[in-house]
């Protein structure tokens, strides 16, 4: 079997202010010294990128962001650029993901240019996938995670790919308590990494991560990031306390470290 470090992001969205963001991070920091085999990003708002960043810089934490505009500059009001990011000291951005779909509205041409604006960067890619409630009950999971899938990643070389990863959100399990059963998490997975395989090779598919990304918290962690297929996780509210979050991440550890 591949040996795929497990990812474990935490997704703050529109949560904390300065001092609870900063206590969060120092409770992570500290909670994770001697946790070894997993890749652990947060993803804060933007305005406490640069204060997170410099609280996390001599612990092994990934500082991520939430989204970022593909130009690197120019009339933009209210985008944030990758450079200015970079300069926060963020070294993984999230591409795609639900609430930038279906709240903010963004196509799968605007993902696209952000996922190939982060790569040609230099920068850790978390494209975020998955399918609503009506497009599951209408039996279109696979279609719909091969159609964002491909859309996602046109024009991403095998190269690039080896900094993405990928992250499927059953929509419909974010925020509800909702999950989807691990077997039916690792379907979804399976059959995403085979869609990898096809359109790249089984090199690639065997070593690109693919992390679950619907309501994962410390009761169904294990149980999930123990199928063949789930790398992972991206959390959402359970990465907003700190004893959940590190309870989580210890679970994708190998061997329980």
Not at 41 to 48: G, S
Not at 133 to 152: C, M, V, Y
């Amino acid at each position: 079997m591949p040996n795929r470090t497990p990812f474990v992001g935490g997704n703050w969205k529109m949560n904390t202010d300065a001092r609870t963001a900063s206590e969060l991070a120092s409770s992570l920091a500290s909670g994770l010294a001697g946790t070894a085999g997993v890749d652990v990003a947060i993803f804060p708002p933007f305005v406490y990128l640069r204060e997170i960043g410099s609280g996390i810089e001599t612990s092994d934490i990934i500082l991520g962001a939430q989204d970022v505009y593909d130009q690197p500059n120019g009339a933009f009001t209210g985008e944030i650029s990758i450079d200015m990011l970079k300069d926060c000291g963020v070294r993984s951005v999230l591409t795609g993901h639900s609430e930038r779909r279906h709240v903010i509205g963004e196509s799968d041409t605007i993902v696209n240019k952000k996922t190939r604006a982060v790569l040609d960067a230099g920068l850790q890619c978390v494209l975020c996938i998955g399918e609503t409630l009506d497009q599951r009950e209408s039996g279109k999971t696979d279609a719909i995670n091969e159609h964002q899938t491909r859309a996602g990643l046109e024009g991403v070389s095998k190269e690039q790919l080896a900094n993405v990863v990928i992250a499927y959100e059953p929509v419909w399990a974010i925020g509800t308590g909702k999950t989807a059963t691990p077997g039916d998490a690792q379907d979804a997975h399976a059959n995403i990494r085979e869609l990898i395989a096809n359109m790249y090779d089984q090199e690639a598919a065997d070593a690109i991560r693919i992390i679950y990304g619907g309501s994962m918290k410390p009761g169904n962690a294990e149980e999930l990031m123990s199928m063949a297929d789930i790398d992972g996780g991206l959390v959402g509210g359970a990465s907003l306390n700190a004893e959940d979050f590190l309870s989580i991440i210890r679970a994708g550890a190998p061997q329980g470290v």
